[in-house]
């Protein structure tokens, strides 16, 4: 047997032994008090569903939240190729998504890249396990989501940016925890210069 057909059983075994009955075959309506069918976690979440919050704390602590990142960051530290089987495996038993959240599609993939190991540690393992939820500020004033019109800006202080402007229609800011921002750090050309 292969080490992925090997994988392959190790998670389809797992994900019958822990995917709640209430979860499966798409049956997640309403696992939220939004009505959302998905788990975004945060400090603010109310479930519904109390199988769903099991559910995102089994996937969580397995670290098969964020797969493909580093076990120490709360990941499961899978390759990609595993993290595709994963995924089927989930998709065949009808599971929904663990932790669906811009705090693992956009957020981490940054720090993972470029915070300090202080940063890392903090942040990385809360997303993974849905402890925070952040969400993006991208929109502003008189620009809307056009990112060439984006004029807060984050000036240089040393150890710290000291960040001017504001930012609204945030998607999901009234749930989250912490937001993440782009905002202007050159003024070299409207399409450049800008930092997330």
């Known amino acids: 047997m292969s080490d992925l057909e090997s994988f392959r059983s190790e998670a389809k075994d797992w994900i019958k032994a822990n995917l709640p009955p209430s979860l499966t075959g798409g049956s997640a309506r309403a696992i939220t008090d939004e009505g ?5 976690g ?3 979440a109310k479930w519904t569903n109390p199988d769903a919050k099991l ?3 089994r996937m969580g602590a397995k670290g098969w939240t964020a797969p493909t990142w580093p076990k120490q960051y709360g990941g499961g530290g899978l390759s990609a190729a ?3 089987v994963l995924e089927q495996e989930l998709g065949r038993a009808g599971a929904p998504p663990a932790l669906p959240s811009f705090g693992i599609w956009m957020l981490g993939p940054v720090l993972l890249e470029y915070a300090t ?3 890392k540690m903090e942040f990385l393992p809360k997303i993974a396990r849905g402890e925070i939820r952040w969400c993006q500020g991208y929109s502003e004033p008189g620009a809307g989501s056009d990112l060439a019109g984006l004029a807060t800006s ?3 202080g040393g150890d710290h940016y000291v960040v001017n402007g504001q930012k609204v229609w945030t998607s999901y800011a009234d749930k989250a925890d912490w937001i993440f921002c782009l905002v ?5 050309s409207k399409q450049g210069g800008i930092s997330f």
């Open 117 to 119: 190991e202080e940063q």
């Open 36 to 40: 959302d069918s998905y788990l975004w």
């Open 154 to 156: 984050a000036e240089d």
């Open 55 to 57: 559910w995102l704390e």
């Open 42 to 44: 945060g400090r603010r």
């Open 82 to 84: 595993e993290a595709r």
């Open 184 to 188: 202007r750090t050159s003024k070299d």
